[in-house]
């Protein structure tokens, strides 16, 4: 063989003798151990037929000249070759399909009452069968017509789909639910307490799933350098030995590299059901040296310390699901005379069919440890709940639930604000990235202005139905955790989808990529803002909020410079477009370890009894009504509409500044990216600057002077021009900074159980930035950039509406402005020494910011109202009902004693009452 052919033969049959041997061994587990086959299995072995015929096609390909250059191939092979290549092409896919389905299968056989889990896995397999059938039939359909796959040359009237192409752009589904599987039963496991040898073989079993990732990462890597060593230009590749455009070389590896992801795919899918037969003839392997189990006896049963047998690996008719398998076992008879093992093996009688075969078995029944307790009809095995003192088990992780986080002052929020922090550096560093990728799919492509809004139009399109559509039932059902991990995973794929959107050249594909990137984020936002908001006294809302969403801004800073000056930088066609989808990847696998991170991190939670409680205890400041409504009712309302309008201005002054500052300073020799970079690093600051003012005066206040501001410099951008023109829009970038934390945080006060829902309708008004841009840009084509200036100055004018309600109505000012220490408090014992109480009035006396409080409570929390324990006011009770009785013995005693002084005892007995 030459070239590059005996590489792709020798790797290829090597890969694919192993999966067949794995798929024997099986078989050999299921049908002589444990005597029960399962669709899984059936599943399984129509992957291994789908992969007999998709190696082969390789094997033969490779004979006619896959891995020779196009010269080298004889030209009455060519036909073969096609062939080959064609039902290589088509039956890739299936076998895909078949391998997941089949592991999908075996994940929910292990479930019975997880519900979460059960859905997600129903999930994961409707996409990889819905994926998978689509990704055929654009394989089986390459040409039109059909029939121009066989011929070496194309005619005039046919078309053909770029296979490489293809592949590259169907990667990110395979990558997507390759981690889906890996990470599914995680879960799970990472809850089950074991022994450390069995702790090993959990850990290798499901990790086996890493390796596919791995491989596909691999493959596509090599079809990525197939595409760019041919040509710069992906479209030119097709599946047809076409003259110059070399197929069969540079395609060989790639294909060699299909062949190993599909048959490793078919190993890791087997091997968590060859435990029943390694447990059979290696049960060493199985067992801790340590385990009173661990040496075995010739039936199948081991000694325990006392020399009872105890149950290690059941007969296989104990494990059938049907009486036909069911044959009499000889047990032998123990010391003690128990002649129920005869009849019973780990609580399952032999005599007729367990109520556990027709139902789908635990996971603990399936990676148990081998100790007498409920059977283990997968395994071959049983488990127990109880294990030996001797045995060091352990815990993945502390899944031990935090306290809620209304409940913590401000040293103990540091540690989940801090965490929560890093999802505002993430979404801040994605929309940097993506402004930039935007704008250079746009000169690749040569999209126009209204296209390239529409990229962005399209990317605030996913706020406005993300967290209404998805944010809202899992905040509401399943809590903040869950709403960070569910946006992750959504953002996750959106990145993902980056790299088929560059491979086709695609604008819809493009806008697809960028709506499903903003739907992630909303979902993210939509549980990150009320978190902060929430975490700690409220009082600090706006403080804590202003410095994550400061923390945001910077990373929206640092990913425009890191993609412009590194990963963009030699950025011209689409090759080299595809090439930096790397970054995009990087990004999707960091999105997913941060989701593991976070189901395993402590996260507080609020839930909405806490939230109500807390609230009323201002509930007659919250329910004053203004014009018939409830205070509090009217500024959600407001604060939803004040939103909507500022982000939209926002947005119009981000998608105009770069065409503001080139006709204000068409000489500078700053360049419009400089101006941006300037704005957004004055826009960070800005935050900071915000949070550190509401120390010392009312957030209220601050968003009064920002909309001033913002109204006035809009307005001076449009009567200056040149350097004072570009100060102006600059100074509107430090106003627009604290607005939004401040908004949020002020919106959300004293709604109680609703407080969730409130911050899913502020973070939908988000959305606002979707539209307005469009009408900005309309109005630069007809009166020109100045002019246009004043959709900005309307947009900041209807969201001023909101900081005038709230500093001209006196019901709304004690309705929305902070009050010391409101959080809830836990329960604290009294002192056994008396300590002054402090008493302050029930409105807020302080005329600024947190700094002007009252500090006397929060400098020394000793002098906190004491909140007596459950138990204590009970104990109270009963020592008032006490004194009362005490109080009328004592008079009798004392009438008694005047007549009676002789009775001592008596005397004593009051006494000792009194003391009490």
Not at 177 to 193: K, N
Not at 561 to 579: E, G, I, P, T, W
Not at 672 to 699: E, N, Y
Not at 872 to 881: C, G, P, Q, T, V
């Amino acid at each position: 063989m030459e070239g590059r052919q005996q590489a792709t033969l020798g790797v290829s049959i090597t890969l694919f003798s192993i999966a067949s041997l794995f798929v024997a061994l099986r078989f050999i587990s299921r049908i002589f151990v444990v005597r029960k086959i399962g669709l899984h299995d059936w599943l399984m072995l129509v992957a291994w037929f789908i992969d007999f015929g998709f190696s082969f096609s390789l094997f033969y390909a490779v004979r006619k000249g896959l891995g020779l250059h196009s010269s080298d191939i004889k030209p009455e092979d060519e036909l073969a070759f096609n062939t080959a290549n064609y039902a290589f092409t088509v039956l890739y896919n299936p076998a895909l399909m078949a391998v997941k389905t089949s592991i999908l299968v075996f994940f929910l056989t292990l479930t019975r009452n997880q519900k979460v889990f059960r859905c997600a896995n129903y999930v994961t397999l409707f996409v990889v069968n819905a994926a998978g059938f689509a990704l055929t039939l654009v394989n089986v359909f390459q040409c039109r017509p059909l029939s121009a796959v066989f011929l070496s040359d194309i005619p005039a009237h046919a078309s053909c789909t770029d296979i490489v192409t293809l592949y590259l752009s169907s990667s990110p589904v395979n990558i997507i639910t390759d981690l889906a599987i890996l990470l599914l039963p995680m879960p799970l496991l990472t809850t089950m307490r074991l022994p450390y040898k069995q702790k090993i073989i959990l850990v290798v079993t499901f990790s086996f799933g890493f390796f596919v990732a791995v491989v596909d990462v691999v493959r596509i890597a090599f079809l990525q350098q197939a595409a760019i060593s041919r040509s710069l230009e992906v479209k030119s590749i097709h599946i047809q030995n076409i003259g110059g455009v070399d197929f069969s070389w540079y395609a060989s590896l790639s294909f060699m590299w299909s062949v190993v992801e599909v048959n490793i795919s078919i190993i890791c899918g087997c091997v968590p059901s060859l435990k029943p037969l390694v447990t059979r003839l290696v049960p060493k392997l199985i067992r801790d040296t340590g385990d009173e189990t661990s040496t075995a006896s010739p039936h199948g049963l081991s000694a325990g310390p006392t020399g009872e047998s105890q149950v290690a690996v059941p007969p296989p008719a104990a494990v059938s699901g049907s009486p036909e398998f069911q044959l009499p076992l000889p047990f032998p008879s123990n010391n003690n005379g128990d002649k129920g093992l005869r009849n019973q093996v780990g609580g399952v009688s032999t005599g007729r069919p367990s109520s556990r075969d027709s139902e789908p078995m635990g996971i603990m029944d399936f990676l148990g440890i081998p100790e007498t307790g409920a059977l283990d009809t997968e395994g071959g095995t049983n488990t127990s709940a109880s294990y030996a003192p001797d045995i060091t088990f352990f815990d993945f992780v502390n899944m031990k639930n935090p306290e809620s986080m209304l409940k913590l002052n401000n040293r103990e929020s540091i540690t989940p604000i801090a965490l929560t922090t890093l999802l505002f550096f993430l979404w801040g560093f994605a929309y940097g990235l993506l402004d930039i990728l935007n704008s250079q799919f746009e000169t690749i492509v040569n999209l126009g202005p209204w296209h390239s809004l529409g990229l962005h139009g399209a990317y605030f399109g996913g706020y406005v139905v993300g967290p209404l559509l998805v944010g809202r039932p899992v905040l509401k059902i399943w809590g903040f955790k869950s709403t960070f991990i569910t946006g992750l995973c959504i953002y996750a794929c959106g990145t993902l989808i980056f790299w088929p959107s560059a491979v086709l050249t695609s604008t819809p594909a493009f806008i697809l990529s960028n709506f499903i990137v903003g739907f992630g984020l909303a979902v993210l936002e939509t549980a990150a803002n009320p978190f902060i908001a929430l975490c700690g006294p409220l009082e600090n809302s706006e403080i804590r909020l202003n410095i994550s969403q400061g923390v945001q801004a910077i990373g929206s800073v640092l990913s425009p410079l890191l993609a412009k000056r590194v990963l963009f930088k030699n950025v011209q066609d689409v090759a080299s477009l595809v090439d930096v989808q790397w970054a995009y990847l990087g990004i999707a696998l960091f999105d997913v370890l941060l989701a593991v991170a976070f189901y395993y991190l402590p996260i507080p939670e609020a839930s909405d009894e806490d939230l109500e409680e807390l609230a009323n205890r201002r509930r007659e400041d919250n329910m004053t009504k203004v014009i018939g409504i409830p205070v509090v009712w009217l500024t959600l309302g407001l604060g939803v509409w004040s939103q909507f309008f500022y982000v939209a201005g926002q947005e119009v002054v981000a998608t105009a500044l770069q065409r503001f500052v080139l006709a204000a300073r068409p000489d500078s020799s700053l360049k419009p990216f400089d101006f941006l970079t300037i704005g957004h690093s004055i826009f960070a600051v800005g935050r900071f600057f915000a949070a550190f003012a509401q120390w010392f005066l009312k957030p209220r206040w601050i968003l009064m002077v920002s909309y001033i501001g913002m109204i006035v410099c809009s307005i001076l951008c449009m009567k200056t021009s040149g350097t004072g023109a570009i100060v102006m829009v600059m100074l509107v970038y430090l106003f627009e900074s604290g607005a939004f934390s401040i908004i949020f945080a002020i919106s959300l006060r004293g709604t109680a159980q609703h407080t969730k829902t409130a911050a899913v309708f502020m973070t939908a008004a988000i959305g606002g930035g979707t539209f307005f841009p469009f009408a900005e840009y309309a109005a630069y084509l007809a009166h020109g950039g100045s002019y246009s200036f004043c959709v900005i100055v309307a947009l900041f004018c209807a969201g001023a509406i909101f900081p005038i309600y709230l500093n001209l109505v006196p019901a709304v000012k004690k309705q929305v402005d902070p009050v010391p220490n409101e959080y809830l408090r836990r329960h604290r014992r009294r002192p056994r020494t008396s300590i002054e109480t402090v008493h302050r009035e029930k409105s807020n006396p302080s005329l600024g910011g947190v700094l002007s409080h009252p500090r006397s409570l929060a400098s020394n929390p000793d002098h906190l109202p004491d909140l007596l324990l459950p138990e204590e006011m009970h104990e109270n009770s009963l020592a008032r009902d006490f004194s009362g009785a005490k109080s009328s013995f004592s008079s009798t005693s004392r009438a008694k004693s005047n007549s009676s002084r002789n009775s001592g005892s008596k005397k004593k007995f009051s006494t000792r009452i009194d003391d009490l």
